[in-house]
């Protein structure tokens, strides 16, 4: 063999050298399944909330510190070394893939996202509420390919769509009983069916654009399986697990493989569902945990594809039924070999995407950052907010003088000292923009009455399932104070609300600029849908990008707009 061939081969041996050590490093006790005799051994691998994270994302907090964890092409590798130690693998998502993703799967509209998975080799996919932030069509083009009605195949390659397939048991043609997508998938291994029923959370309508689930019902989880498991049992289907993009949350977050004080949705989902059902994967609430709840495990490999789950379910051949199930939430670390495939697969992204994300469109004097939880204001809810107000508040653009933002639309920081290309400190790319605000949505600035503006306030706690609510961020010049111990549909005091100093007359008419997810009732607040006279706008990138321009060093504003009382 010349050099030149050598070079060519020497990334798949690095590889497999790197899968060698690999599962010497994971050791007997986590990796070898039981010997194949009256009991057959099936491993899953499970990940949840992807998000498009193709380039390593952060960390995972343990009980020791934090661990530099994630990124496609090592979690690539280690989910292709886990499935070398057993034939009969299954790999699944429990949803939220794609959608809210960094700029290299966003800006192709998340395909690198899917194809990345589909050299990975998931086999299923449960819809998670992110997959229909572009709406029902293209999320429909995720499965079958196709390049995208707008912007084309913008890397220049066809798309091929998922070899996976997605699954949504409880989305519904709205008026009839087809789903979206097929209710389940069935593996069968040694004459063992195991079938995998994949949905999302029932509330998604209210956690999406409207108009992305126009023409879709969500029905209750736990209502869903218990049907679908019946279903299956009559067809002589004994192992049944459950992926559904809900989740709880852990009370110890270092505690990443176990479950200390769980609570969430997922503890009353479990309890409802029948128990034919032998294992739930879990996603949604980007939490690490590795329970046993009503006597089933449950699981969730937190976000980003900074964990994988790797569970081993024994079945009996005589009954087909799972005899045992264990669970191991294996961190991602970055001291394997790339997978080359997928290293090439972000390369070529990358080079269609580096311009644009490199561009340098302003700069900061200090940290803008978000606040611990959606139910605070922050820093750089403050910037979006003015920056939608700015955009918005001449006679051309709609004379908007109030802009409200949700918070769950703000999914990065501005870092003083981040340096993402070769930009300086301080300074902000388009890319770490982008970070900030990846949906895309318009603006809209309507008519609404100051009553109404009272009832947007009211609806930040009485219309959401989190705790705590999702506080709406405001633009400069709007104040109210909140009481915390006042009742759901009290908590805002009418005389504190004020614009520019004046208290809100709730019988004034009023022009808002909010995004087009909340103008449509995102988030629960559906008295915006009552909003008249509406002017479209630019898109919020665009918006906030002006502003940096018009205002650049742009610093962080520091001074509560809202005030919290007892």
């Known amino acids: 063999m010349n050099v030149r061939s050598l070079r060519r081969f020497l990334?798949?041996?690095?590889?497999?050298?790197?899968?060698?050590?690999?599962?010497?490093?994971?050791?007997?006790?986590?990796?070898?399944?039981?010997?194949?005799?009256?009991?057959?051994?099936?491993?899953?691998?499970?990940?949840?909330?992807?998000?498009?994270?193709?380039?390593?994302?952060?960390?995972?907090?343990?009980?020791?510190?934090?661990?530099?964890?994630?990124?496609?092409e090592y979690l690539a590798t280690w989910i292709k070394t886990l499935k070398a130690t057993n034939p009969k693998t299954v790999v699944v998502s429990a949803g939220d893939m794609i959608g809210a993703s960094p700029i290299l799967s966003a800006l192709f509209h998340d395909e690198p996202s899917i194809e990345t998975f589909n050299e990975i080799g998931l086999d299923f996919n449960a819809v998670g509420n992110h997959e229909f932030d572009e709406g029902l069509t293209e999320l429909l083009r995720m499965q079958k390919g196709g390049c995208h009605p707008v912007d084309g195949c913008a890397d220049g390659d066809p798309f091929g769509g998922a070899d996976f397939r997605y699954l949504a048991a409880n989305v519904f043609y709205e008026g009839t009983n087809r789903t979206i997508f097929p209710p389940y998938g069935i593996r069968t291994?040694?004459?063992?069916?195991?079938?995998?029923?994949g949905m999302t959370l029932e509330g998604t309508p209210l956690i999406v654009s409207p108009s992305g689930v126009a023409g879709l019902e969500f029905k209750d989880e736990a209502d869903t399986v218990n049907r679908l498991a019946n279903l299956l049992k009559k067809r002589g289907v004994q192992a049944i697990v459950v992926l559904v993009h809900e989740g709880g949350f852990n009370s110890v977050g270092t505690e990443y493989n176990a479950c200390p004080g769980i609570s969430g949705p997922i503890v009353d989902i479990v309890e409802r569902t029948t128990d034919e059902v032998d294992l739930f994967i879990t996603g949604h609430t980007h939490q690490a945990y590795n329970c046993v709840i009503d006597g089933r495990v449950v699981t969730s490999a937190a976000s980003n594809g900074r964990l994988v789950t790797r569970i081993n379910m024994e079945v009996s051949r005589k009954t087909k039924d799972v005899t045992s199930v264990t669970a191991e939430n294996i961190i991602v670390t970055q001291n394997v070999a790339k997978d080359p495939a997928i290293t090439a697969l972000i390369a070529k992204y990358d080079a269609v995407a580096a311009p644009l994300r490199n561009r340098i469109i302003g700069s900061i004097t200090g940290d803008i950052t978000r606040a611990?939880?959606?139910?605070?204001?922050?820093?750089?809810?403050?910037?979006?907010?003015?920056?939608?107000?700015?955009?918005?508040?001449?006679?051309?653009?709609?004379?908007?003088?109030?802009?409200?933002?949700?918070?769950?639309?703000?999914?990065?920081?501005f870092i003083y000292s981040e340096i993402t290309g070769t930009e300086q400190p301080g300074e902000v790319t388009f890319g770490e923009m982008f970070q900030v605000q990846?949906?895309?949505?318009?603006?809209?600035?309507?008519?609404?009455?100051?009553?109404?503006?009272?009832?947007?306030?009211?609806?930040?706690?009485?219309?959401?399932?989190?705790?705590?609510?999702k506080l709406l961020q405001v633009s400069e010049g709007f104040t109210y104070a909140?009481?915390?111990?006042?009742?759901?549909?009290?908590?805002?005091?009418?005389?504190?609300?004020?614009?520019?100093?004046?208290?809100?007359?709730?019988?004034?008419?009023?022009?808002?600029?909010?995004?087009?997810?909340?103008?449509?009732?995102?988030?629960?607040?559906?008295?915006?849908?009552?909003?008249?006279?509406?002017?479209?706008?630019?898109?919020?990138?665009?918006?906030?990008?002006?502003y940096f321009a018009a205002h650049s060093p742009v610093s962080p504003v520091l001074t509560p707009r809202i005030t919290i009382l007892p």
């Open 372 to 413: 611990a939880t959606r139910g605070e204001e922050s820093s750089v809810g403050r910037l979006v907010a003015d920056a939608q107000l700015d955009a918005t508040n001449d006679a051309n653009n709609g004379n908007a003088v109030i802009a409200f933002m949700n918070a769950g639309g703000l999914r990065e920081d």
């Open 482 to 546: 909140y009481s915390q111990s006042a009742p759901i549909g009290d908590k805002v005091d009418p005389a504190s609300i004020k614009l520019n100093g004046v208290t809100i007359d709730p019988n004034a008419t009023y022009r808002v600029t909010v995004n087009s997810f909340l103008a449509d009732g995102g988030d629960g607040f559906a008295v915006l849908r009552e909003g008249t006279n509406r002017l479209g706008g630019a898109v919020d990138t665009d918006a906030l990008e002006a």
């Open 438 to 469: 990846p949906f895309g949505n318009s603006l809209v600035t309507m008519d609404i009455t100051g009553a109404q503006i009272e009832t947007l306030l009211e609806q930040q706690w009485s219309t959401q399932p989190n705790p705590g609510g």
């Open 11 to 72: 990334p798949l041996v690095l590889v497999a050298v790197a899968m060698v050590l690999l599962v010497l490093t994971i050791g007997p006790a986590a990796a070898g399944p039981s010997p194949e005799g009256r009991m057959v051994p099936i491993q899953i691998l499970a990940v949840n909330d992807f998000h498009g994270a193709l380039l390593p994302p952060g960390t995972i907090a343990t009980p020791t510190g934090n661990v530099p964890a994630g990124g496609a």
């Open 189 to 197: 291994f040694s004459g063992i069916k195991v079938a995998f029923i």
